[in-house]
C-alpha cells in the first residue's frame, strides 16, 4: 500500500512541476519575477527563471499616473487571460473583494468577468452520459448545442425532456476539477512565496483571498450542493412568503450529480433586460418591496440566504411571480453572526457608534488591538451621513467602500460570511436602483429588530446559553485537576523546583482567588435561575402562581451567589 501511495504521489508532483513551470513562466514574463523566490522553483529540474521586459517596480517608476493596485491588477489579468478557466475564476473573486484590495486593482479584475471561452457541446456530451449513466436521448427529447451561459466553472443549455418539459442543463467543464485542485495548490504556494518576498503583497492579503477560494470552490465544483441548497433555500422562504411572491425552479434530482444540474426552465424577462421588464414596474413595485423584506429575514432570521442576487437571477414570470436562479453561491451567517448583526444594526439606527464598533471587533480579523476611540470616531465619520436615507438617497457600494476603507486603515478585516452579507445588500441596491425602485433598508429592518432581539432573550434561549455554559465550566473544571496532576508527576519525577518570593503581592493573589471563586459561584447561580426560569409555564401572571420547582432552583442560585459573595468578603483589601 506505501508502495502505491507513493506512486501516486509521485505520478501528482510529475504533473504539478510541469504545471507549475508553465504557471511560473507566465508570471515571470509578466513582470513577477521579482517576486518569485528560489523556493517557488527549487523544485523544478534544470529551470532556468526568465526575466521580464520591464518589471513592476519600473512601471511603478516610470508611470506616475498608476499607482500600485492598478499595475499589479494589470499584470495579473495578463497571466489569469493566460492560464485559463482557475486563474479567470481566482480573478473573477478577486473582483468581488472591496474589503481588501483598492478600485483601481478591481477594476482590472472585473475585465475577467467576460473572458470565459465557452465549450461545444459536442466537447460535454461525453460528459452528460457519463454523469446520466445513459445515452442522452433516453432523457432529453432535444437539447440545444448553442449555450445560453458560460462561467468558468460550467456551461449551460436549454433542452427538453422526453415529455416536452423544458429544462436547463448545467454542465461541469471536461477537466475543469483536476485542473482547479492542480492550479490552486500551485497558487496557494506561490501566494504563501510572494507574501516572503514583498511586503506590498503581504498587505494585500493574497493568501486571505486563496483560502476564500478553496471555500468558494467546495460549493460550486459539487453541483448536488447547488441541488440541496434550492431545496433548503425553497423552504425558507416559503415560511416568510405568506403571499406566495417568490418562485424557485424544481431540480430533478433523478437526473443530478456532482458533475450536472437538470433543473425547470423558467419562463419569463429577467430583470437585467430593463427594456423588457419597464412596463410591469408599476406592478412590481410592491412585490419588490414586500419580496425585499423577505430577503432580509432570510438572514436576520435563518442565517442562510442568496447572496448572487442581481438582475440576471431574478425573473418575472408569465403568471406575476418572481422566479429566482442560481444557488451556487449562498451565504450563511451563524447564530452568534447573527446576532452581532442585528445589535450593529440596532446600534446604526440608535446612532450608537461606540456599540457598533465594539460588535464589529467580536467578529472581525485583526492582529493587534486597534485604538478603540479613534475606531469610534473614524466609524462615526463614515457611516452618519448614510443612517436613515432611502436605497435612491444612498449608494451602498460607498457606504461599503467607506466602511471596508476605514476598517482597513486600522488593519481590521470582516470576515467572509459578513463580507457576503454586505455584498448581497449591496447587489439588491443595485437591482432596486437600475429598475427606479427606492426603499428605506434601515426601516425594513427596523420592523424586525423588535422581534429578533426579544427572541434572543426568551427563556429557552436564555436556559440553552446557561446550559452551554455550565457545560463548557464543567469541562474546564474536569480538565484543570487532571493535566495538573499530570504536570506534578512530571514536575515531581524530573527532579524541578520552583522558589517563589513574594515581596507585597499575597494580598492581590488572595483577591485574584476570590475573584475566580466568586466567578464560579456566579456561573452556577446564572445556571439554577435559567432552570427554575425554564419551570415557569407562560401565563405566569402573579408570583403564588410560580411552581415550586422554580422557587428551589431560585433558593438554589441565591445560596451559591451568597457562597461566592462571602468568599469574595473574606478577601482582605
Not at 488591538?369 to 479613534?374: Q, S
Not at 426601516?443 to 455554559?469: H, P, R, T, V, Y
Not at 476570590?514 to 409555564?537: D, K, M, W
Request: aromatic share 12%; with cysteine; net charge negative.
Amino acid at each position: 500500500m506505501d508502495l502505491i501511495k507513493t506512486g501516486i504521489g509521485i505520478t501528482k508532483t510529475i504533473r504539478n512541476v510541469s504545471r507549475l513551470r508553465e504557471i511560473v513562466v507566465v508570471f515571470a514574463k509578466n513582470g513577477f519575477d521579482e517576486f518569485i523566490s528560489h523556493n517557488a522553483i527549487a523544485g523544478i529540474p534544470n529551470f532556468v527563471l526568465p526575466k521580464s521586459k520591464r518589471s513592476i517596480k519600473e512601471e511603478l517608476d516610470r508611470e506616475t499616473e498608476k499607482d500600485w493596485p492598478q499595475i499589479l491588477g494589470y499584470r495579473l489579468r495578463l497571466c489569469f487571460e493566460e492560464l485559463g478557466p482557475a486563474f479567470i475564476k481566482f480573478g473573477q473573486l478577486l473582483s468581488s473583494r472591496e474589503d481588501i484590495f483598492d478600485a483601481s486593482f478591481i477594476d482590472e479584475m472585473k475585465i475577467l468577468r467576460d473572458k470565459v471561452k465557452p465549450v461545444p457541446f459536442k466537447d460535454v456530451r461525453a460528459g452528460i452520459e457519463a454523469s446520466l449513466g445513459m445515452p442522452i436521448d433516453r432523457v432529453f427529447k432535444e437539447i440545444d448545442p448553442k449555450p445560453i451561459g458560460t462561467a468558468s466553472i460550467g456551461v449551460v443549455f436549454k433542452g427538453q425532456l422526453l415529455d416536452g418539459t423544458e429544462v436547463v442543463l448545467k454542465v461541469k467543464r471536461p477537466g475543469i476539477e483536476k485542473m482547479m485542485e492542480t492550479d490552486f495548490s500551485i497558487l496557494r504556494f506561490l501566494a504563501h512565496q510572494a507574501e516572503k518576498v514583498s511586503e506590498e503583497v503581504k498587505f494585500l492579503g493574497v493568501s486571505r483571498v486563496v483560502n476564500d477560494f478553496s471555500h468558494s470552490l467546495i460549493n460550486e465544483l459539487n453541483f448536488n450542493i447547488e441541488a440541496l441548497n434550492c431545496g433548503r433555500y425553497r423552504k425558507i422562504i416559503e415560511s416568510h412568503d405568506t403571499g406566495n411572491l417568490f418562485y424557485l425552479p424544481k431540480i430533478y434530482e433523478e437526473y443530478t450529480s456532482a458533475d450536472l444540474l437538470v433543473m425547470e426552465k423558467l419562463n419569463g424577462i429577467p430583470f437585467s433586460n430593463y427594456n423588457d421588464i419597464e412596463p410591469h414596474l408599476d406592478d412590481l413595485e410592491v412585490k419588490l418591496n414586500d419580496g425585499l423584506k423577505i430577503f432580509l429575514k432570510t438572514f436576520l432570521a435563518d442565517g442562510f440566504f442568496h447572496a448572487d442576487l442581481h438582475g440576471g437571477n431574478f425573473f418575472l414570470l408569465n403568471d406575476g411571480k418572481i422566479g429566482l436562479i442560481d444557488f451556487g453561491l449562498m451565504g450563511t451567517l451563524s447564530k452568534r453572526g447573527r446576532k452581532n448583526f442585528v445589535s450593529i444594526i440596532y446600534s446604526l439606527i440608535n446612532f450608537n457608534y461606540e456599540n457598533v464598533v465594539y460588535e464589529f471587533l467580536e467578529v472581525a480579523e485583526y492582529d493587534q488591538i486597534p485604538d478603540v476611540d479613534r475606531l469610534i470616531s473614524d466609524v462615526r465619520d463614515a457611516l452618519s451621513p448614510y443612517i436613515g436615507l432611502t436605497v435612491q438617497q444612498t449608494d451602498f457600494s460607498l457606504v461599503l467602500k467607506s466602511t471596508i476603507s476605514t476598517l482597513k486603515h486600522h488593519e481590521i478585516f470582516l470576515p467572509r460570511e459578513w463580507f457576503i452579507v454586505f455584498r448581497s445588500l449591496m447587489t439588491l441596491d443595485g437591482v432596486g436602483r437600475s429598475l427606479g425602485q427606492d426603499y428605506d433598508l434601515y426601516a425594513m429592518m427596523e420592523e424586525d429588530l423588535n422581534d429578533l432581539i426579544q427572541a434572543s432573550f426568551n427563556k429557552d434561549e436564555i436556559l440553552e446559553e446557561g446550559l452551554w455554559a455550565a457545560k463548557d465550566f464543567m469541562g474546564v473544571a474536569r480538565i484543570i485537576p487532571r493535566h495538573l496532576k499530570w504536570f506534578l508527576k512530571d514536575f515531581t519525577q524530573k527532579k524541578y523546583g520552583i522558589e517563589l518570593i513574594l515581596t507585597g503581592y499575597e494580598n492581590s493573589a488572595k483577591m485574584i482567588n476570590g475573584s475566580i471563586v466568586f466567578l464560579a459561584f456566579t456561573l452556577l447561580t446564572c445556571l439554577f435561575v435559567a432552570s427554575g426560569v425554564y419551570f415557569l409555564g407562560r401565563n405566569v401572571n402573579h408570583w403564588s402562581e410560580v411552581p415550586t420547582i422554580t422557587w428551589i432552583f431560585w433558593v438554589l442560585g441565591s445560596l451559591a451567589f451568597g457562597k461566592g459573595y462571602f468568599a469574595l468578603k473574606k478577601v482582605p483589601n
